[in-house]
């Protein structure tokens, strides 16, 4: 073999071993999952109307963290809604009272309640963030700070307010429940019933 094509088999060696490495040392790190801080800072001091259950607080921010698994649900991590400073407290379906404040409001759409079976609001400011599991049923509610801190203390000012959700496979929508056919007849008759024993009084 000629020194020439050995050369050239020794480069082309080398490039793949480097194109196959680099991947690996070029990519990213995975999404870290929550930290829960000191139990002092436990979310249930936060309230959040319309909501059941509460998980937190944790350090750093949940935009950036895994948190698919609170709750014993898997949110997939979809973060759908996400209302802040620069979105102006709107997020279509979201919107957020006393955005920048320690308390205000929060309120969802009808149909955007409709569309979904679980759903999960996460409440972020100062340096850490606490979610809280939605009842099943509110579309608005108040919300407070004091379930989250910062490095000054308890209650920060909020920087966003996320919603995570599952969304409904059946079943969806508002309860429209319709009378079996039989029950209809006969609500129709005892109706029909007493306006004639009206007219004979």
């Known amino acids: 073999m000629k020194v020439s094509t050995l050369k050239f088999v020794a480069a082309t060696v080398a ?9 690996q040392a070029i990519a990213a790190p995975p999404p870290s999952g929550p930290t829960l801080l000191s139990p002092a800072y436990d979310c249930s001091l936060g309230i959040v109307s319309g909501t059941v259950d509460c998980e ?6 949940n935009s950036n963290q895994t948190i698919d698994t609170l709750f014993g649900i898997d949110w997939n991590d979809n973060e759908i809604l996400k209302a ?4 102006g407290w709107f997020d279509g379906d979201l919107s957020i009272g006393g955005g920048g404040a320690t308390s205000g409001t929060w309120t969802l759409s009808q149909a955007f309640v409709d569309a979904y079976d679980s759903l999960m609001f996460v409440i972020k400011g ?4 606490s979610a809280y599991l939605w009842d099943g049923t509110s579309t608005s509610g108040t919300w407070n700070t004091n379930g989250i801190v910062n490095s000054a203390g308890r209650n ?3 920087s966003h307010f996320s919603v995570y ?3 409904c496979t059946e079943n969806c929508g508002p309860d429209t ?3 079996e056919p039989g029950l209809a007849i006969g609500l129709g008759a ?5 306006i004639k024993a009206r007219k004979r009084g």
């Open 156 to 158: 920060p000012g909020i």
């Open 165 to 167: 959700g599952v969304a």
């Open 126 to 129: 100062g340096t850490s963030y």
């Open 15 to 23: 490039m793949t071993s480097l194109a196959m490495a680099a991947p």
């Open 177 to 179: 429940d319709v009378p």
């Open 190 to 194: 005892m109706a029909l019933g007493a």
């Open 84 to 87: 802040e400073d620069s979105t």
């Open 56 to 61: 937190g607080a944790f350090a750093g921010n």
